[in-house]
């Protein structure tokens, strides 16, 4: 199958394990440091993201886990402790990482603590197949079938699954906040009215609804090398980013004349302004995540077709299978509802989320209500410093916060 920019989404995977050679300074600092972040990885592994990340911080933080209809157990983590009245805000990571991602900054600097400071219910999803959501009613992760899903079961089945469990603690409206593949979750679930009846405000950082103009040219090297084997070398099973088929496929990716992967950070995701070494140092101790392979094809089709699609699957019969026609059906963006208090921001220097692109998302929404819709965008920011940018508090959160205290 031709999937264009397919490797692109694989190579994504190059940030994580070449982190030394990419971020100077990244395997400088103090033997304390060192240490304290060691310490992090191993409380991470044995007890969770809130006993490493959230709780050393002087946070409260559950750790939850919630079922979805298809049996997957997800791991969520909810900081803050509730409270009568707190308005609850649901976090949902970008593919390849988990919820431990919002958390490599400073608690000043750091999205759900800075929330949770701001008098919210803070709850962080965390998608199925990452290290703490790798749990089912009746599979094991070594079975392939655990792992044949795409992006398109995260929005029937896992934002779902935590939204109703939120909604039934709280008894309140949700405000979302995702980044990445999490805008994409979201968009795609309310373009089908899912979610509508629990929203009260989302918060859509660096979207990625539509992929055509990705600034990188690793994906069309990436594609032309090795498009026609990726199916047969992964399957429909667990895409891990450290497992040996996907090492080997990066060995060969960057020994392709023109693949720049002396600075692979800025050619996959734009020339981040405001990443430190220690934070990115720390971000690769607990990342990368596998997620399944299916889904790293899925958003291929997204970039290849250039149109926001449900999966795929290649022949007449088994897409009228699963949809009863022979193509996949669209997510259709302008039935997402005019009156959703909505807030996009994104970023100039962003090499996944371009500009072109969240044009093209806009004008989806165009007849959205006078008010209810804000775009804020901040030329010198690319993908990643929404998440981890020493300076989003300033520039994102604090927004994000203010519109949705607009919205009580």
């Known amino acids: 199958m031709a999937l264009r920019s397919l490797a692109f989404w694989m190579v994504m995977v190059l940030v994580l394990v070449l982190v030394v050679a990419l971020a100077p300074g990244a395997v400088e ?75 490599m900054n400073s608690p000043d600097k750091t999205l759900p603590l800075i929330l949770a400071d701001s008098g ?69 679930s309310l373009s089908e009215g899912k979610l509508v009846d629990q929203l009260k405000s989302v918060a859509l950082l660096s979207p990625i609804a539509y992929l055509t103009h990705m600034s990188t040219p690793i994906g069309a090297v990436g594609a032309r090398l090795f498009a026609g084997e990726i199916t047969t070398a992964f399957g429909f099973a667990e895409f891990d980013p450290k497992g040996e088929p996907v090492a080997e496929f990066l060995d060969r990716l960057c020994a392709t004349p023109g693949v720049p992967c002396y600075d692979i950070l800025s050619v996959l995701t ?52 699963h949809y009863g026609s022979f193509s996949a059906p669209h997510y259709d963006l302008s039935k997402i509802p005019n009156n959703l208090p909505m807030f996009i921001t994104y970023g100039g220097q962003d090499a996944l989320s371009d500009e072109h692109d969240v044009s093209r998302l806009l004008e ?17 920011y690319a993908h990643a410093d929404f998440v981890m940018g020493i300076n989003a508090k300033d520039l994102v959160y604090n927004k994000v916060i203010s519109f949705f205290n607009q919205q009580q």
């Open 120 to 188: 919210f219910d803070v709850w962080m999803a965390n998608s199925r197949g990452t290290r703490f959501s790798r749990r089912h009613t009746s599979m094991d992760p070594s079975n392939p079938k655990f792992w044949n899903w795409s992006w398109d079961e995260l929005v029937a089945h896992d934002l779902p699954a935590v939204f109703n469990y939120v909604h039934g603690q709280t008894k309140q409206k949700i405000n979302y906040v995702g980044h990445s593949l999490g805008t994409l979750l979201a968009l795609a």
């Open 364 to 380: 989806y929404l165009k007849s959205h209500d006078v008010g209810k819709l804000v775009v804020d965008f901040i030329h010198e």
């Open 29 to 103: 600092g103090s033997s304390r440091k060192l240490l304290a972040q060691a310490n992090a990885v191993v409380a991470a592994q044995a007890y969770g993201i809130c006993n490493a990340l959230v709780t050393v911080h002087g946070y409260q933080c559950q750790e939850i886990t919630v079922t979805t209809d298809d049996g997957y157990i997800l791991s969520v983590q909810r900081i803050g402790g509730g409270g009568t009245g707190k308005p609850p805000v649901i976090i949902q990571h970008g593919v390849l990482v988990d919820a431990a991602a919002w958390l």
């Open 270 to 321: 734009g020339k981040n302004c405001c990443l430190n070494a220690s934070t990115v140092d720390l971000f690769l101790d607990h990342q990368p995540q596998p997620t399944s392979t299916k889904t790293m094809v899925h958003l291929s089709q997204v970039v290849r077709n250039g149109v926001l699609m449900k999966y795929d699957y290649g022949r007449f019969d088994l897409n009228y299978m």
